[in-house]
Nanobody, 119 residues
Framework: QVQLVESGGGLVQAGDSLKLSCVAS????????MGWFRQVPGKEREFIAE???????AYRKSLKDRFAISRDNAKKAVYLQMNNLKSEDTAVYYC?????????????WGQGTQVTVSS
């Protein structure tokens, strides 16, 4: 049974930093492309970043300067460092795993963690 469990969300003030974590179980972690998405109620889930099996990364262009993704295969974990947070970053953040070389249609999703940024 595959599980992706996110943690690290919470309430922060604008300008603060936050680091999200996602720990995977039940899958060969190193064989998956891992990524982060976010969703605001009433809007579509949007891609943030991905970390490929070989360590390559890709970002949503508008977030690249403030967000950084990393992965630790030994810990079966993927992280999202978020800096200089803004009120528009308020959303539920999801971890995802894709067996392909890119996050196109994730095979697995986490349950999400809420990030709220107060201005």
């Amino acid at each position: 049974q595959v599980q992706l469990v996110e943690s690290g969300g919470g309430l922060v003030q604008a300008g603060d930093s936050l680091k999200l974590s996602c720990v995977a179980s039940g899958l060969r972690f190193s064989s998956y492309t891992m990524g982060w998405f976010r969703q605001v109620p009433g809007k579509e889930r949007e891609f943030i970043a991905e970390a490929g099996r070989s360590g390559t990364t890709a970002y949503r262009k508008s977030l690249k300067d403030r967000f950084a993704i990393s992965r630790d295969n030994a810990k079966k974990a993927v992280y999202l460092q978020m800096n200089n947070l803004k009120s528009e970053d308020t959303a539920v953040y999801y971890c995802a795993a894709d067996a392909g070389i890119a996050i196109l249609t994730p095979d697995y999703w986490g349950q999400g963690t809420q990030v709220t940024v107060s201005s």
